[in-house]
Every structure is written in structure tokens, then in C-alpha cells.
């Protein structure tokens, strides 16, 4: 068993054809058989059932895959830190922001590795969590920041708990809503316009449950918008009243209401089961857990 032999086997297994793999190994289709049917041999079963023009992975097959992309990744990851070690980098991570933590921490993150980690190559990116998903799984992206009940428990996925963060209902400094006597009601709040980002299953449950039918995001919501920050710059130039993490705008105030608004924001890490992350991960993970928290 070889490590090319392992790609050849990934590569088939995400292809799902001989001839494709083949071609983007740069093989005669042969040669991948040959590869393959080495491994087969090895391993003492059959990694893919060949049906009509599909190749499919056996059971035994996805495990001995799972654990291959494993090695592969490991592997990676052992030359890339030695050469950044050789050439004095710190290396480079690709981190996904869900709306909420993006909003919190990826300015101060980016400031924060301009001015005390300048070797370090990040990039950052913040799009919906079915994208970043598909992206970690291309491995485009290395882990991602989101709050936990945008993702999925999946078996690929390992998730790690970061912090868990206050939301509140926040208008500007001088609304009408904050010259009477709180708490509020929710006809008082419905007043005025009501922004969020796109929320979970979980948190339109958990609004229904607090607010009855009132309460659900299609008669709570005039406006939705992935972006985090454009809301709440939308809060401070408008009477618009948006629902986020408290900690995200610190200028805005915060609406109390009865009942009060009991949702909590859980966020996370999220990264492929067995892959080893990068070098650089290690220097912004304690950057991360400092400021994604509610201030004492």
C-alpha cells in the first residue's frame, strides 16, 4: 500500500467513475484498475461495487476511505509545517464565519493577525452554512466558526463547542421604544420594522413557543439578510429593530420584552472528522475563544 494508491482510492470514490478518475489522475483507465484491484487485494475486500456504468463504495469501502483521506490529510499537513518551519512561515488557514460570530470577531481577527501575526497566511470567507459545509468538504475551507444549530450532526463532522452568547432584540440610541417604561410588548415591538439573519429550525421553534403564532419568523420578520453587519447598520441609521447576539453591537441598545426573548446562540468549531488542521489554527484558537463570549 502507497499513498498514491490511497489517492487513486479517494479519487474513484469521489468521481464514482474509473474512466473519470482516471483522466484527473492523468492514468490509463488500466493502470487505475490495477491500483485499485492492489488495494482490494491488500485489504482483503472488495472497496466498490462496479454496477452497470457506476462504481459505488461497499461498506467497507467508506470506511477504508474515511480512514485513507485520514492518512492523506495527515500526511499533507506533515509537509506543509515542515516547510513552513523551513522557511520561517507560520502557514495558512482558511476559516468560514457563520453571521453571527462573523459579525463579532472576523475584523478584530483579521486586525489581530495584521499586527502580531504577519508570517501567518489567513483567509476568511462568510456565506450561508450549506456552502461552507460543501467547501470544508472540498477542503477550500479548514474549519468553520457558526453557530451550532445551522449545522447538521453528521458522521464526517467533529464539533466542538466555543461559547454560548445572549441574543436580545437592540435599536438604536434614542428610539421611540426606549422613552416608555420597559418591558415592552411584542404588538409594541411589531410597531416598527424587525430584522434578522436567516435563523434555524430551532430558534423558529423555540420564537413560536416564546411569542405563540405571533412569533414566528414569516409575521415577526420584515426583513432577513444573511449578513449580520448590514443589519445592525441598518439598526443605527433607522427606527428598524434587529434580533441578534448582544455582544455584536455593543452601541445599539437592547429592547427588553415580556416574555422575554430566553434563545441563546451556541457556537462552535466545525471541521472534518480525522483531518489535521493546520499549524496556523493553534495561534488564533485562544484569539477566538477571548472574544467570542458574553463580557462578564
Not at 21 to 50: K, N
Not at 201 to 227: K, T
Request: aromatic letters at 6%; glycine letters at 6%; charged letters at 20%.
Amino acid at each position: 500500500m502507497t499513498l498514491v494508491q490511497l489517492r487513486h482510492l479517494i479519487l474513484l470514490a469521489e468521481l464514482g467513475s474509473f474512466s473519470r478518475a482516471a483522466d484527473a489522475a492523468c492514468l490509463t483507465q488500466p493502470a487505475l484498475s490495477r491500483s485499485i484491484r492492489a488495494l482490494e487485494i491488500e485489504f482483503g475486500g472488495a472497496l466498490f461495487d462496479r454496477i452497470a456504468h457506476r462504481t459505488e463504495l461497499t461498506s467497507f469501502g467508506q470506511h477504508v476511505v474515511e480512514q485513507a483521506r485520514s492518512i492523506c490529510d495527515k500526511t499533507d499537513a506533515l509537509v506543509e509545517s515542515a516547510g513552513q518551519m523551513i522557511n520561517g512561515s507560520l502557514g495558512r488557514l482558511s476559516v468560514g464565519f457563520g453571521s453571527g460570530p462573523g459579525a463579532i470577531l472576523m475584523t478584530p481577527l483579521l486586525l489581530y493577525v495584521a499586527k502580531h501575526q504577519p508570517n501567518l497566511k489567513l483567509q476568511v470567507t462568510r456565506t450561508q452554512p450549506d456552502q461552507m459545509l460543501k467547501a470544508l468538504r472540498e477542503r477550500s475551507l479548514d474549519i468553520l466558526i457558526v453557530d451550532s444549530r445551522a449545522i447538521p450532526i453528521e458522521h464526517d463532522l467533529t464539533i466542538e463547542p466555543i461559547s454560548t452568547m445572549r441574543t436580545a432584540f437592540m435599536c438604536r440610541q434614542g428610539h421611540p421604544l426606549t422613552q416608555g417604561k420597559p418591558p415592552v410588548t411584542l404588538r409594541e415591538l411589531k410597531r416598527y420594522v424587525i430584522a434578522s439573519t436567516f435563523i434555524s429550525d430551532q430558534v423558529r421553534h423555540a420564537l413560536v413557543e416564546i411569542y405563540g403564532p405571533e412569533g414566528h419568523p414569516d409575521c415577526l420578520f420584515n426583513l432577513q439578510c444573511g449578513e449580520l453587519g448590514n443589519l445592525l447598520e441598518l439598526a443605527r441609521m433607522s427606527e428598524t429593530v434587529v434580533i441578534a447576539v448582544r455582544h455584536a453591537a455593543q452601541d445599539l441598545v437592547e429592547i427588553p420584552i415580556q416574555p422575554a426573548l430566553d434563545i441563546d446562540a451556541t457556537f462552535c468549531w466545525v471541521s472534518l472528522k480525522g483531518r489535521a488542521m493546520p499549524l496556523a489554527f493553534k495561534l488564533i484558537r485562544p484569539f477566538v475563544y477571548e472574544r467570542l463570549r458574553d463580557p462578564e
